[in-house]
């Protein structure tokens, strides 16, 4: 438990003394002072009293080192987004920083992503990915990049590098916008999203290569959810036709169609003739 480490970190993050947090929660000081070096224990009266005075669970004081957190995730549950006020499925990303406190893109290749798949909470697991950075992405926002495998996102070729963007609030998707979603049942898959989470609790999760049906998940059964925000590849997309010569070949198509149309006619009245 991280309680004690917690609630004198965030005193002293907030910039307050003792007495200043001891009074605004009736306390007396020497209380306040046993419970931050773990002499004594609080009840649940003083547990929700902590809660209410830092806008956090119960459960993030007791159970997330504050210390360990990036500058950005102290920031989320500073503004309200907390892990387990949120819902279960919504947690403080577990993460990696650089010695200047800005946090890295993890790379989770293809290999990877089975161990990912049951790794993904584990700080040496994610500490054992490679990582990097890019100068035209926020420093304020969490980014990941994962391997694309499969024909099912085409045109974007199989291979390629998709970066996203990690999304705390589930609500905030956006629908018809892609998305790097992490399910316990499908794994990594990166689909356009529909949102239907105020209807159904479930989202449909679609292909751009139309051949791919698409499917719906409930949000129990999803962990993460990453907003596309680029690709890196090697190949080329397939090139797509202009408007004008997509029309043209159309034209044509249908005029070929007439004339074998016309021909099985005149084939079908000189044969009625020969009888």
């Known amino acids: 438990m991280y309680f004690t480490s917690n609630i004198k970190f965030l005193r002293k993050r907030r910039g307050r003394t003792q007495d200043e947090v001891a009074a605004a929660l009736n306390l007396k000081r020497s209380t306040l002072s046993g419970y931050e070096n773990g002499v004594a224990q609080p009840g649940i009266d003083i547990l929700v009293s902590f809660s209410k005075y830092f806008n956090m669970s119960i459960d993030t004081l007791l159970k997330i080192d504050m210390t360990k957190l990036s500058e950005s995730q102290l920031g ?7 892990a387990y ?7 403080v990303l577990t993460t990696t920083v650089g010695s200047d406190n800005v946090e890295n893109i993890e790379l989770v290749p293809e290999k990877a992503k089975a161990g990912y798949t049951t790794g993904y909470a584990d700080p040496e697991y994610i500490e054992e990915l490679p990582r990097f950075r890019l100068p035209f992405l926020s420093e304020k926002r969490k980014y990941r990049t994962f391997q694309l495998k499969g024909d099912s996102m085409l045109p974007i070729p199989d291979g390629s590098w998709v970066t996203g963007e990690y ?3 589930w609500h905030e998707i956006i629908s018809g916008k892609a998305y790097v979603v992490f399910t316990i049942n499908d794994g990594i898959v990166f689909k356009v999203i529909e949102n239907n989470l105020n209807k159904d609790g479930k989202l449909v999760l679609y292909s751009l290569n139309p051949i791919y049906e698409p499917y719906e998940v409930h949000i129990n059964e999803v962990k993460e959810i990453w907003k596309f925000i680029n690709y890196i590849s090697n190949e080329l997309p397939d090139p797509v036709l202009p408007e004008k010569q997509l029309f043209k070949a159309v034209a044509t198509i249908k005029n070929d169609l007439e004339r074998i149309k016309a021909r099985i006619g005149k084939d079908i009245s000189d044969a009625d003739e020969l009888k």
């Open 167 to 169: 999304i705390q609030d």
């Open 85 to 91: 006020i949120k819902g279960s499925n919504l947690r």
């Open 76 to 82: 989320e549950l500073e503004r309200g987004y907390d």
